[in-house]
T-cell receptor, first 111, second 113 residues
């Protein structure tokens, strides 16, 4: 069975204190790995898609990387507005759009 | 472009009732997927519709069903509601069914009493 595990479950950071979130996966036939950000009471907001090991994507203070077993989301010099739950999801199988999500990492950035 | 819209945003129902939720995808998108989000189970895939056909189905009982119309709008129905069906129901749209990015709507918060 496809499994996606995110760690840590929660992360408290001081403003400016860089850190990394981990997403490890055990799947057959990875077609893509997605990172989303979710604010309380809202739907997930798309951040990145990674398709192959070695790929990296950047957006403002966020950088996502992918290896054969895991992905990292690096937050550089975070600001309070980066506080959110970060979700990773994998797309596997031959076809279709079924995403399997990890449990998420709740990030709180204190000023 | 307008994003994914879901109606209603909030619903309160009682056990045994049924409910219908609606999702309008981004203009031009033909794939609509539904997910259930709960504190205990996280985000779980319900089903995907593409060109009015169900492409994938998650591990949910038959009380959960859906459909898609020719304009790509989708509805999901839950019959004989149970307390455990209380959740945030999210709809995501994608241009195609081949693994492209899925964009989520704001969700419908369902509370079953």
């Amino acid at each position: 069975e496809d499994q996606v595990t995110q760690s840590p479950e929660a992360l408290r950071l001081q403003e400016g204190e860089s850190s990394s979130l981990n997403c490890s996966y055990t799947v057959s036939g990875l077609r893509g790995l997605f990172w989303y950000r979710q604010d309380p009471g809202k739907g997930p907001e798309f951040l990145f898609t990674l398709y192959s090991a070695g790929e990296e994507k950047e957006k403002e203070r966020l950088k996502a990387t992918l290896t054969k077993k895991e992905s990292f989301l690096h937050i550089t010099a975070p600001k309070p507005e980066d506080s959110a739950t970060y979700l990773c999801a994998v797309l596997v199988g031959a076809a279709g759009n079924k995403l399997t999500f990890g449990g998420g990492t709740r990030v709180l950035v204190k000023p | 472009k307008a994003g994914v819209t879901q109606t209603p945003r909030y619903l309160i129902k009682t056990r045994g009732q049924q409910v219908t939720l609606s999702c309008s995808p981004i203009s031009g998108h033909r794939s609509v997927s539904w997910y259930q989000q709960t504190p205990g189970q996280g985000l779980q895939f319900l089903f995907e519709y593409f060109s009015e056909t169900q492409r994938n189905k998650g591990n949910f009982p038959g009380r959960f069903s859906g459909r898609q119309f020719s304009n790509s709008r989708s509805e999901m129905n839950v019959s004989t509601l149970e307390l455990g069906d209380s959740a945030l129901y999210l709809c995501a749209s994608s241009a195609a069914s081949g693994g492209g990015t899925q964009y989520f709507g704001p969700g419908t918060r369902l509370l079953v009493l």
